[in-house]
Structure formats: C-alpha cells, structure tokens
C-alpha cells in the first residue's frame, strides 16, 4: 500500500503525517469511526492545556495520536527514513499489510487558492477548505526519491488499484514523485471514482472539480486519469456516464461503489477485484 | 526569579525544560507534590503509548506537562525568546512572580564522569545519578547572554537569595553566564545549605561532594560559595560548624531550615529574610 505524504507538515516541532496514520490505524483497527481520522478511544488532555497556553488548537491532536507523532520524530531526528519507521509502527501495532510512504523526503502539497499559496493543512483544515482553488503544487517532488521498495512493489505486482481518494490531493502527490506513474503505465491499473452522483462521497473533490473549471463527474475523474488507468469503476448512481467513460477508458464497472460501513466495504471490495480478475 | 537552563534538553524534537517548569508550577500551585516534579493531577496517555510503540520512556513526560513543551517549542520555532515564553506562561498559570531563565541561549549542562562526559538528563534521570562524578562542564556558557532583564533585576534587588539547590548543577550553571557573578559581587548575598548532616536534603548533592573530593558539609558549602555570598545560612543539625562557616563568610544564621511542607516553607523563608533584613 503506497501513501500519500503531501499532507505530511511539522506541527509543535513534530512530524505529522495525518494520511499514513489513517492508513495505520484503520489497518491496525485502531482507527476513529466517528471522526474518520486519529485513534479509537481518544483523549485531548494535552490539548487543552495547549489551549489554555494560548497555543493553536485548530489542528486536533489526541493523546495516544501525539505518541506517534512524538516517537516518530525522535527516530527521524535520529537519522531513520520515515518508511522505516512506518514499518515499525505497523509491526507495533500488529498490521499485516505492507505500508510505504510513497517517499522518505518532505514533499508538501501547497494549495493555489485565490488568496494566494496555502500549505495543505492551513487551507484543509485551519480553513476548512474554504478557499478557492486554483491548482496545486507538490514542493520539491522533482527532486524527491521513491522510499526504497515503492518502484519495486509497483512492479512487483499483478495489478495497481487507485483508491477513491481525492485525485488532486491524494493520489496526484504520489504520481508526482518521479518513477511512479512510469511504474505503473503498461500494467493493468484501476481507479475508483470517489465522484458519485456529482458530488464528492467525502471532502472537497467535486468542489475542486469545480473551482477548477470541470463539472464534477465520474467521466472527469476518468478524464483526469487518462492514459494511466485501463480499469475504472463508477457507481450505479452514474450508469449513464458509463459509455463517455468508455471513450476514456478501455474496461468499465458499474455497481455499488458507497462503502457506508465495514460489511460494505469488504462487498465492493470484493465486486471490484472480482471483475477486475475477470477482465482482459 | 532566575533560574538554571543547565537541565534544558531536546527530547522527542520538543524543547524541555525542567528547572524552569517546576519552579513555574510551584508559583502556580499546579506542581506535583508527589513526585517533586511535573503538574498535579498529571495522567500518562501519550507516555504509554510511546512506550507501546518501543520508544524511551525514562524521562516521564505526563499528558499535561507534555502540553507546556508542545506550546514552547512551537513558540522557539516560531522565533520568540524563551524569556518572553516563560512570561507567557506564567501569565496563563497566573504566577505573579517574575520567572527569567538565566539565559535564552541553550548552555546545556555536561557531567564528566568515570564513563566519560554525559548529558544532563543521562546522567541525572537515566543513570539516577550513579555514575561517578569528575567535574561538570557548561557547553557554550562563555558566549552565553544573560536573558534580557536578568543582570537588571539582580542589580536592582535590595539582595541576592541562592536557594538551597545543587550548587554543582542548578547553581553554578547560573552563575557561569556572564555577568551574572559580576551583578552579584558587591551586593548582600545569602546561600541556605542544601547539606543539612552531611547529606543532601534531596538529590546527589552530597554524593557530588565526596566524588569530587570533599567532606559534604555546610561548611563545604559555604566554601563552594567563598566570595559570592555575604550571609549564610546552616540548619541547627550543624551549629557545631557555625564558627567554621564564619571564617568563610561574614555573617551566619543557625537556624531550622528543614521545608518539609507548605507551612514550613513559609516559616523558613520567613526567619532567613527578617535575619537578612536585620543583618547589616
């Protein structure tokens, strides 16, 4: 599983990595359904005697979510890579799946927006992301390496599936990172379009669909992935966009795509790699 | 109020500071009085779960406490003296007394000892201070400045009070700053005896004597200070040494000076200063 650091900042001197440690958590059961970030059975003592310091409490940082922030930074400021430490947090807390930061180096999402240059948790949480968009920057992401065993995991593998994240804030920081969409290109690749019934199932896609200048749709997801995906999935709400996806795509599913709880997470799971498998 | 930033270190990336806090939370009537050290009501989330995912805990970081090294060091990054943060604070906890750490410069504190020079907090809280001690080393303390306000407050005191701590490590890194012994020479001066018996009240103190080659005493107290101070005080266990001590320095008081609580740290407090006041 290869993740997103674009979100990654430095908050309180410590390194924060909000989409790695969602990936953890919720592969380690250790994940907040409530809030769909952080950790299961949370506490905010530390932050509200920030609070009551003054300090900035926009940013929610929870107890046991601070130790992973706090022990990562130690093993960084001690010289580890952050993939080496991720490992080692799995292994913690005893998640099976291989999780790979898609590089060991800092490369910042910086969101264009209409009051200038924003760093991604200042507009995606601090402004919720409020702002208009006008396009992103991935800082540093020519000059960044892959974190040792992401090519070769990509290459290494049957198929490559592009989760129904954000494409321009999630997945599009991966791509960025030079050897990646490379790896992919030629081996079957499948997206999920995270664009149901034109509107985002979470967050603010369709909103940056539009703020830049596209009418938020599963087709415009498919269009954003041209040329790298030769799989994509839409769900039965947009069964009518499936013959211009069609154009865009070479192989299409329509089904059930709103993974509401955990059972129906597993079920589309299962559809998807099922007819994945099946198709040429 | 000026106190000791020997002890100060980095740890998790968050800068700490434990001479500084604990003198802050007793103003504050937020200390522990438990454990000599830290806040009150203090739990230990974020500690635990450090500890779950393999990282050290031996230098006990509570949930709370943890809080005012958050807020600090994001203040430090942010550009702002430390100082001016222990203002800050001081102000949120409702301390009425002026705090000043000696300096805003990091003059960390290296103990030399029979294993070679380490850190403070090493050799204090991780070796509990066994080791065996050579000497004691101020890294940078000579281009050290003193914080603003501090040679001012010390020449516009009627008087100079050195609290009965370590004078090896929570005193003389004080005095090391320069200008700091200059701003006191000249002015009425008073050391209470950390030694009381020949043992330390509380600490290794006494230990530190013996392992640099001195007989633990008020005496050898009053030595340690020869020159610096104009009063002394000794408790009455050691009124057998008062006519030794006078040799030293010019004037002595006998008296209880054991604080084992609230109430006999203001009786103490309260004899020393109405002598000091009468002594010419």
Redesign the interface.
């Known amino acids: 599983m290869i993740v997103n650091v674009g979100d990654d900042f430095e908050?309180?001197?410590?390194?924060i990595c909000p989409d790695l440690d969602t990936v953890c958590y919720t592969l380690a059961g250790l994940e907040n359904p409530a809030t769909g970030w952080g950790r299961r059975g949370e506490?905010w003592?530390?932050?509200?005697?920030?609070a009551?310091?003054?300090?900035?409490d926009w940013f929610r940082l929870g107890?046991?979510d601070?130790?992973?922030h706090?022990?990562r930074?130690?093993r960084?400021?001690a010289g580890r890579p952050l993939h080496e430490i991720a490992a080692?947090?799995c292994e913690?807390w005893g998640v099976k799946a291989r999780v790979l930061p898609v590089t060991d180096d800092p490369v910042p999402t910086i969101v264009l927006t209409d009051e200038g240059e924003l760093a991604f948790q200042e507009y995606f949480v601090r402004r919720r992301w409020q702002p208009q968009v006008r396009g992103f920057r991935f800082a540093g992401a020519e000059s960044a390496r892959p974190a040792p065993g992401v090519l070769e995991a990509i290459r290494a593998s049957a198929a490559v599936l592009i989760a129904p994240s954000n494409p321009f804030v999630s997945i599009d920081p991966i791509l960025a990172i030079p050897g990646v969409r490379e790896a992919i290109a030629g081996k079957p690749a499948l997206a999920v379009s995270p664009i149901v019934g034109g509107e985002a199932v979470k967050g603010p896609a369709a909103k940056m669909f539009r703020e830049l200048g596209y009418k938020p749709s599963a087709a415009a997801v498919a269009e954003h992935y041209r040329g790298l995906v030769s799989h994509f999935v839409l769900d039965k709400a947009d069964a009518d966009q499936a013959a211009a996806v069609r154009e865009i795509v070479p192989h299409v599913l329509v089904t059930d795509t709103m993974m509401t709880d955990s059972q129906k997470r597993i079920e589309v799971a299962s559809a998807v790699l099922s007819w994945f498998g099946r198709e040429p």
Chains 1, 2 share one sequence.
């Open positions: 908050h309180f001197g410590l390194k506490s003592r530390v932050m509200e005697a920030v009551a310091l003054g300090g900035p107890d046991l601070l130790a992973t706090l022990e930074t130690r960084l400021r080692a947090f913690a």
